[in-house]
């Protein structure tokens, strides 16, 4: 099964469906984030857990006193 899913932050509600998937019998064989916050921990998590994630846009950091965003380079 192939997760996809919006927004990845500190990972919680990824295991969650993770699981989810698991205890069904079904198998993840691979996970697409359309925008990932590198700067939390969520995407070390889920690949250290061994699952292939791949996201559209890594951002590396958010600055709210000037709303400037950077993204990873990829």
């Known amino acids: 099964m192939l997760i996809i899913d919006d927004f990845l932050a500190n990972g919680c509600a990824l295991q969650g469906l993770i699981s989810i998937v698991n ?17 939390q921990s969520g995407g070390r998590i889920i690949r250290n857990l061994g ?22 380079e990829q």
């Open 51 to 72: 699952y292939h994630l791949e996201s559209l846009a890594i951002v590396d950091s958010m600055n709210a006193e000037d709303g400037t965003i950077s993204f990873r």
């Open 23 to 39: 205890e069904s019998g079904a198998t993840v064989e691979g996970i697409g984030i359309a925008i990932e916050k590198g700067f």
